[in-house]
């Protein structure tokens, strides 16, 4: 895989743990740990205003991806 350093939920490498800045976040959906960026769904979820999908905010700072056994 060339991209090493981006994370999804859909990237067929297991469940992991994301951290921005020390802090763990919910509901990512991306991840980028080389340019220090992550899409996350706020709690509690909404629908955005032409209802096709969900609002997402972007967080930055330096972003860690531990994978998570189990």
């Not at 060339?2 to 020390?22: E, F, K, L, S, W």
């Not at 992550?38 to 930055?60: H, Q, S």
Request: net charge positive; aromatic share 4%; charged share 35%.
């Amino acid at each position: 895989m060339a991209d090493q350093h981006i994370h999804t939920p859909d990237d067929g490498r297991g469940h992991r743990q994301v951290y921005v800045n020390g802090k763990p976040m919910k509901r990512v959906v991306y991840a980028d740990t080389r340019r220090g960026i992550v899409r996350y769904v706020p709690e509690p979820p909404r629908a955005n205003k032409r209802g096709d999908g969900v609002i997402e905010r972007t967080r930055r700072g330096k972003v860690e991806v531990k994978t998570i056994d189990g």
